[in-house]
């Protein structure tokens, strides 16, 4: 062709001489002039040869091309023949191209640990190298220029110049360590620029050298994560109680935080259950950041520290964690008043008073402080029966509970109607937050202690020792067994029959008899029944348990049976006479 471009003869350089008269024994060299004023290094004669033995294509030293880039040489031949050497032939001048400025023949330079076009100033460890691939017409001594270019965390343009056209010893692959220190003042997400230049003429001028492909690294930075706190916690101290319905984690507003930022958190407790990795999370607008996790975690680390971190994600590189906040979790003090109290439906005072009792109520612990299933729980009892003795109930032992919101268990119905009058009766329940069997680690709730109240438990009433009186309709009479009230209409009388008082009903309506105390079953005597004459029975919440028509006749006896019998009333339509006498009771 009629110019050379200088990566063509990267490999090799070849004259071909043309065959004119030339016979096998003739002597040929050949001669590349390199332009006035190129070094020598850019001239080249070769030693001559016959041509039968070296050919017409004849190879020079590629280095002559370096010298002479974007100049023009000069190419002949000289023939000798039987010891008579020839005039040269006519030259060939031949213009050589300039290699252009990020030829991409030439490699890029390359930082080591940088992934893509991203570079991680903040995984450096302080050995990584700047590499650029051995070149076209690469010669020890050519003179070279490096230099790095970005922006530091002020957003000021800064740069760390390496190399001003020094002559390097290389002929394969330039390494040299990469300056880190100068790296790690540079700002996140900005441009990195490294720019190489080479004279490929050994000429220490800046102004003729090539610049190799420039290498643009975008800059991630290690960034500055200072610790996060926990919501909940004033100070570096958790009460558990503070975190009953919330556990957040706070990470502050770190510099240089960007809205496409993700933030997991971790909270670094006992294995397994009593720690927890949030899911990454976008940051979204930028600033102080509230991130919730499972307050469950907190049950698990009762009296033991705890360490928080962050960790921010930035386009799909994770950085190394925060500084750790450290936490302390408090134990729940036993009887801390933000536990629940047992207590007994129906008695939510002071006063256990036997005597209500209807054989239904559930005892009940309201929804407590972190409360999960699988916890373990404690219950029991603890009375004085009326000889002094004490006396226990235990209902639970360390078993795991399947609730989430409460306990709701049975009172016991038959041991409680056990205790004596006037003492003291305590439930005690405790719970072991972190599922672990043992009592002697269980937190106790809140105490319920009732004063008991019994009555003496009447079970016959014969109503010899009520006085012989008439109760008008709307009116009441109160004796040990039974509160007897009348309604509008209705009307009774105690009188005395064969030395024995007995109840007598008169005018129609209905009459209730309250019983002091609850039966499973009641029997009773009437007589002189003639009409329509209805009996039911109720318990203690006026809930309906049995109906009967009382049997005619002058003397019968009416039987109930079915737990929980509270009241009954006995009804009327006719104005009539009869009798009632002769109550059992059955506990």
């Given amino acids: 062709g009629d110019t050379l471009n200088p990566i063509a003869a990267r490999d090799s350089l ?239 507003h770190y510099t240089d935080m960007l809205g496409t930022d993700k933030l997991s958190v971790t909270w670094a407790g006992t294995a397994g259950a009593g720690s927890h990795t949030s899911a990454p999370v976008d940051v979204g607008t930028v600033g102080i950041k509230n991130i919730p996790i499972p307050n469950s975690v907190v049950a698990f680390n009762f009296g033991k520290p705890v360490v928080v971190t962050y960790t921010v994600t930035r386009n799909g590189t994770a950085h190394p964690p925060s500084q750790a906040f450290s936490l302390s979790v408090l134990n729940i003090p036993s009887g801390d008043t933000g536990l629940p109290t047992p207590i007994i439906d129906g008695f939510a005072g002071t006063e256990f008073d036997i005597s209500k009792l209807v054989g239904t109520e559930q005892l009940r612990i309201g929804q407590w402080p972190l409360q999960v299933s699988g916890q373990r729980v404690w219950l029991r009892y603890d009375g004085i029966l009326p000889n002094g003795s004490a006396t226990d109930k235990v209902v639970r032992s360390g078993v795991a509970h399947s609730s989430t919101t409460g306990l709701i268990t049975p009172a016991d119905y038959a041991w409680l109607r056990t205790l004596k009058n006037g003492s003291a009766l305590t439930i005690t329940f405790k719970v072991n937050f972190d599922k672990v069997a043992n009592e002697s680690t269980a937190v106790i709730f809140p105490l319920r202690t009732y004063q008991v109240k019994t009555v003496p438990v009447i079970l016959k009433e014969n109503f010899d020792a009520v006085p012989v009186q008439y109760i008008p309709p709307g009116n009441s009479l109160d004796i040990p067994s039974m509160t007897i009230t009348t309604t509008a209409g209705a009307s009774i009388e105690f009188f005395s029959q064969t030395n024995k008082n007995v109840l007598a009903f008169g005018n129609a309506g209905t009459t209730h008899l309250q019983f002091k105390s609850t039966y499973s079953a009641i029997s009773f005597w009437h007589s002189n029944i003639d009409s329509n004459v209805t009996a039911s029975v109720y318990n203690a919440n006026g809930a309906l348990l049995q109906t009967k028509t009382l049997p005619t006749g002058l003397s019968e006896t009416s039987f109930f049976s079915v737990p929980g019998i509270r009241r009954m009333e006995i009804r009327h339509s006719a104005s009539e006479y009869f009798n009632v006498d002769n109550f059992v009771f059955t506990i």
């Fill in 14 to 252: 070849t004259v071909v001489v043309p065959q004119g008269d030339l016979l096998p024994p003739d002597l040929l060299s050949v001669t590349w002039t390199g332009a006035a004023g190129t070094p020598a290094g850019g001239s080249h004669t070769t030693t001559a040869a016959p041509i039968s033995t070296i050919g017409r294509e004849i190879s020079i030293p590629t280095s002559v091309v370096a010298f002479n880039l974007g100049k023009a040489v000069t190419v002949t031949y000289t023939v000798t023949r039987n010891g008579t050497a020839y005039p040269p032939s006519q030259p060939l001048t031949l213009p050589v191209q300039a290699i252009p400025n990020e030829d991409g023949a030439l490699p890029k330079p390359a930082i080591e640990g940088a992934v893509g076009n991203e570079l991680n100033i903040g995984s450096l460890v302080g050995t990584e190298n700047l590499r650029i691939a051995a070149w076209p017409l690469q010669l020890s001594g050519q003179r070279v220029w490096l230099r790095y270019d970005g922006t530091d965390t002020a957003g000021n343009p800064t740069e760390e110049i390496v190399w001003t056209g020094q002559a390097h010893n290389k002929t394969g692959e330039l390494v040299t360590l990469a300056p880190h220190a100068w790296l790690k003042t540079l700002k996140e997400g900005t441009d990195l620029k490294v720019t190489f230049r080479l004279n490929f003429d050994k000429v220490a001028d800046a102004a003729t050298a090539v610049t190799f492909p420039v290498r643009t690294y975008t800059v991630r930075a290690a960034l500055t994560l200072p610790q996060p706190s926990v919501k909940e916690a004033p100070g570096t101290n958790l009460n558990p109680i503070a975190a009953k319905d919330a556990l957040t984690i706070v990470v502050p």
